[in-house]
Nanobody
Framework: QVQLVESGGGLVQPGGSLRLSCAGS????????IAWFRQAPGREREGVSC????????YTADSMKGRFTISRDNAKNTVYLQMNSLKPEDTAIYYC???????????????WGQGTQVTVSS
């Protein structure tokens, strides 16, 4: 069974850091582009960052560039999202997704994880 499992979310103070993980189960992630999306209450889903199969090409949304970094360890079948200098507006459920091409268009992804909650609050 193909699954993506996110972990690493939690409660963090403004200015703090978290590292989210997205682990593949039942398939190897190195054949897939992986993206992170997020959705806050009452807001539309938003693309955060994406990477191609090798990890050699990445893209991060402007509002998060310089604070968020996507990386992947294909030997561990895992993709990460390092989030630094977190702000209250980063509070959302974060999802990872696997697809054939790296894009910030959610509809292009075939597989989705269940999400992990990130809350930034003092």
């Amino acid at each position: 069974q193909v699954q993506l499992v996110e972990s690493g979310g939690g409660l963090v103070q403004p200015g703090g850091s978290l590292r989210l993980s997205c682990a593949g189960s039942g398939f190897t992630l190195d054949s897939y582009a992986i993206a992170w999306f997020r959705q806050a209450p009452g807001r539309e889903r938003e693309g955060v960052s994406c990477t191609n199969g090798s990890g050699g090409s990445t893209y991060t949304a402007d509002s998060m560039k310089g604070r968020f970094t996507i990386s992947r360890d294909n030997a561990k079948n895992t993709v990460y999202l390092q989030m630094n200098s977190l702000k209250p507006e980063d509070t959302a459920i974060y999802y990872c997704a696997a697809g054939r091409i790296p894009t910030m268009t959610g509809a292009m992804y075939d597989y989705w994880g269940q999400g992990t909650q990130v809350t930034v609050s003092s």
